[in-house]
Structures are given as C-alpha cells and as structure tokens.
C-alpha cells in the first residue's frame, strides 16, 4: 500500500449557483416521460430535512434532547428528536403525488399511502430519519439518510434490492447542514444557506480519490472482528493511517466521501450480522459512494446486491476508496 502512488486529492467542483430545486428541475430533462414525481418526493426531503436542521439548532434551548421512555422495534432508547424527526418526514412525504410506501427506522412496518401521479409512477421511500442519536446531547454530527426506488406497475413486491435505487441521499447536520444526492448520475452536494432557507449547490458530480490513509470504525469491537478485518486495521496501523470515528454513519461516511479511506462496521460478537440497516442505511450510501466511483461491498458481496428479507435488516458495511478496499479484501480473503 505506496500512499505516494495513489491519487488522494479530494476530487470536487462546481459551476453557477444553483439551488437543489433548480438542480432537480435540470436533472427531470434526462426523463423526458416522468412526470416530476421524484422532484417533488426530493423537495418534500428538502423541507423535512430543514425543519430538522431548525429544530436541531434549539434542541437545548425547546428541551427536546433526552429519551422518550420507550424502546423503538430495535430494542434502543428512543429519543425524543428521533420520534419529532420521524413524524416531520412522514408528514412532510405522505402528502406528495407519488408517495405510495413509506418505511423508517423507527415505525415498525412499511406504511402504505394510497397515491399516484399523473404518469402512473409509484415510489417508495425508505429513511433512518435521525442517524447517529448518541451524538444528539453532546452537540455532535447527525444526519438523515433515504434511499428510493420505483415501485413496478404491477409487482407485488415492496422491497427490492439496491440497484434498483432512483435516487439516494443523506444530510449531514453538523457545523453547516450538507445536502448529498444521487439519481444515478453522479453525486452533488449542497449546503444549506439558512439566511434564504435554500439549499445551494456547492459540488457537482464528486469522485472518491482512489486511495485515502484514513480508517474509521469502532475500533473497541475488535476483538469480535473477524480475523481479515484485525490484519487490515494492523496493515493500516503499520502504514501510519489515521482513525476517525465520530459515531454517526453519515458524519464518518462524508469525511470518506470527501476525502477518501474506508468505512467499516464489520460483523461483531454483539451483532454477527452486522449492525447496520440495509434498507436505509447500506443500500443509500452505497448507491452515492458507487455513483462516486468507490466500492460498497459486506465483504462477500456487493451491498447493491443484496436480496432485502425485510425492512429492518442488517448487513455489514463497508465503503471506501478503490484502492482501501481492495486491500480490506485481500485480508478478508486470505
Ligand atoms: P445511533 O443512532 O443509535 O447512535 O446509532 C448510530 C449508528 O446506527 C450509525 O450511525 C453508526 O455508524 C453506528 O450506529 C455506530 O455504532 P457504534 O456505537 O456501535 O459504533
């Protein structure tokens, strides 16, 4: 692993100003039959992630912070922002034409909402609405993180697997409220400018660098970590990486996204199967991270690949640069 010969300068750029309204409203011209609906289901994001970026900014001051006093379907404490971010983005999204399911990390089943658009076109709409909740009383990163597909005309299925996402996006809330998407072609990132309430275009069709010297995973579990993962973060020790671990998939995954390196929540003893959520968590990020040019793998397979079982399934993650996770493998496969 020669750092010297790897590409690692972060690779982003962008040209004019452009709000994501405007941006989606460029990117409906590549579907010259639809009919709008997935602008609109994004719009209905961009409104239910502001409201969430407001109420964030006045947690400690409106007394939101702290538990609800229930479980959700996970067995976590549920906090009071998941529940207020929850019941924002379902209000939000189950009014705009198209919106037929809905599911979150934190209802216990799909939600089915009886719409259609014009064009016939159905979606789904899968989000973990308030990702990274440890780091809510401590002022740290969260995000919101949704994946969507097309529902087929006449299917009967609810869940299909991620390459057959549309669209896929998180939003970091941390010092400046960032907005990543894609609709399969590329991924563009967005800050939000609070001073006019929109979100502004600040990076267009963002490449992972191939190569970054940076890991981030909760390095306590390692002990439960299968024998590939122990001899690549020793490889990565060797070699002078850095660790960066913030607690919040979508603050650890952006630092990746921009920067380069790999993100890693292998199985564990705790969870043999991975922790995280493939439906609203894996699936999106993957789909944004292959858009970008990097890999999205559980370690035995592409993550896009994965048959669903059900909403709240679990999965090993890791994403990464080219270059990281072709090392991770060989490790894994040895
Ligand atoms: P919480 O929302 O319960 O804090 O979980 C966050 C998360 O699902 C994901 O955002 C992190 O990457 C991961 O869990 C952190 O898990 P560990 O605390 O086990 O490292």
Redesign the pocket.
């Known amino acids: 692993m020669a750092a010297t010969a790897r590409n690692i300068e972060p690779i982003v750029g962008c040209s004019g100003f452009m709000t994501l309204q405007t941006h989606m409203l460029a990117d409906e011209h590549r579907f010259p039959d639809s009919g709008g609906a997935l602008s609109w289901i994004i719009s209905a994001l961009a409104i239910s992630t502001k409201t969430i970026s407001a109420r964030l900014k006045r947690a400690r001051l409106e007394d939101v912070l702290g538990e609800v006093g229930h479980d959700n379907i996970h067995g ?1 404490h549920q906090q009071k922002l998941d529940v207020i971010a929850k019941d924002v983005s379902i209000q939000v999204l189950r009014g705009r034409d198209g919106v037929a399911v809905l599911g979150s990390e934190e209802a216990d089943d799909l939600l089915f909402v009886n719409t259609w658009t014009s064009d016939g076109s159905r979606y789904a709409v899968l989000f ?1 609405p ?6 809510l009383d401590v002022a740290g990163a ?2 919101t993180i949704f994946s969507i597909f097309k529902i087929e005309p006449e299917s009967s299925e609810r869940l299909y697997p991620g390459r057959r996402q549309v669209s896929a996006g998180y939003v970091l809330y941390g010092s400046s409220t960032i907005f990543v998407l894609t609709t399969g072609a590329g991924v563009h990132m967005f800050v939000l400018d609070s001073s006019i309430g929109a979100y502004i275009r600040v990076a267009e069709s963002i490449r992972l660098p191939e190569f970054g010297a940076t890991y981030s995973i ?1 390095e306590a ?1 390692a002990a439960g970590f299968p024998r590939g993962y122990r001899q690549y973060l020793q490889q990565c020790r060797d070699e002078n990486f850095s660790s960066r ?1 913030v ?4 603050a ?1 995954v952006h630092r990746v996204l921009l920067n380069g390196g790999i993100f890693m ?1 292998p199985p564990t003893q705790k969870s043999p199967g991975g ?2 959520r493939l439906m609203y ?1 894996a699936n999106p990020m993957a789909m944004i991270f292959e858009q970008a040019g990097g890999v999205a793998t559980t370690g035995d397979q592409q993550t896009l690949d994965i048959p669903p079982s059900g909403l709240h399934q679990r999965v090993p993650v890791v994403l990464g640069s080219p270059d990281n996770v072709a090392d991770l493998q060989e490790c894994l496969n040895e």
Do not use: F, I, R
């Open positions: 976590e973990g308030m990702d990274g909740t440890s780091n969260v995000g909760n579990n671990y607690g919040a998939m979508v650890d929540y922790k995280l968590e």
